[in-house]
């Protein structure tokens, strides 16, 4: 069984950072692809970053956001600066992951945090 759980959303002020974490764990054979998601209320989810060999980032959060990986703890981060009240949403993490024992690969949705930008 695999799992991704997500750590680091909050409430924050427009011009300040936070960090979101979200770490895979089960049988894992390897990891292709992870990335974040938000979805704020009355919209669809959308794409903030990916991170394969190379990172992808929406143009609404580049410059501001960084993904990055750990792959020793089957981590990924978000960490994002410069906040604004447009960014808040909740943040899926996602991954594309092979497991053991059958070694087929899912893709897999963490529970999602929350991101609240606001004076």
């Known amino acids: 069984q695999v799992q991704l759980v997500e750590s680091g959303g909050g409430l924050v002020q427009p011009g300040e950072s936070l960090r979101l974490s979200c770490a895979a764990s089960?049988?894992?054979?390897?990891?292709?692809?992870m990335g974040w998601y938000r979805q704020a209320p009355g919209k669809q989810r959308e794409l903030v970053a990916d991170?394969?060999?190379?990172?992808n980032y929406a143009d609404s959060v580049k410059g501001r956001f960084t993904i990055s990986r750990d792959n020793t703890k089957n981590t990924v981060y978000l960490q994002m600066n410069s906040l604004k009240p447009e960014d808040t949403a909740v943040y899926y993490c996602?991954?594309?992951?092979?497991?053991?024992?059958?070694?087929?690969?899912?893709?897999?949705w963490g529970q999602g945090t929350q991101v609240t930008v606001s004076s």
């Open positions: 996602n991954a594309d992951i092979r497991s053991l024992p059958k070694l087929v690969q899912l893709n897999y």
């Open positions: 089960g049988m894992i054979f390897s990891i292709a692809a």
């Open positions: 991170i394969r060999e190379s990172t």
